[in-house]
Nanobody, 121 residues
Framework: VQLQASGGGLVQAGGSLRLSCAVS????????MGWFRQAPGKQRELVAR???????NYADSVKGRFTISRDNAKNTVYLQMNSLKPEDTAVYFC????????????????WGQGTLVTVSS
């Protein structure tokens, strides 16, 4: 299974970005998909998660600003990020896992390479 994340970049505070993660090599629709982020000196944290059935969870810090979605026909998961803040600056990773995959990185089986999001103030 291979995950390819894209869409990161530099944006001013208040701006928007849309991250994409294309998955190949397996049955995408069966996986729980997550977006994580890791800022310098900090632990990797869950940003958002979407199950195969469309159940969604968000970190409190992004609720109301970020939206996760998936397109099973395209084997792709998205993260729409609006009202970005400087504290959203991090490397963002997509991950795929099974039914036990919830908030912790070790619960996910496969990882993309990460895409850098930088929000300037």
């Amino acid at each position: 299974v291979q995950l390819q994340a894209s869409g990161g970049g530099l944006v001013q505070a208040g701006g928007s970005l849309r991250l994409s993660c294309a998955v190949s090599g397996s049955i995408f629709s069966t996986y729980i998909m997550g977006w994580f982020r890791q800022a310098p000196g900090k632990q990797r944290e869950l940003v958002a998660r979407i199950t195969s059935g469309g159940i969604i969870n968000y970190a409190d810090s992004v609720k109301g600003r970020f939206t996760i979605s998936r397109d099973n026909a395209k084997n792709t998961v998205y993260l729409q990020m609006n009202s970005l803040k400087p504290e959203d600056t991090a490397v963002y990773f997509c991950a795929a896992g099974g039914s036990y995959s919830y908030t912790l990185p070790p619960q996910y089986l496969y990882w993309g390479q990460g895409t850098l999001v930088t929000v300037s103030s």
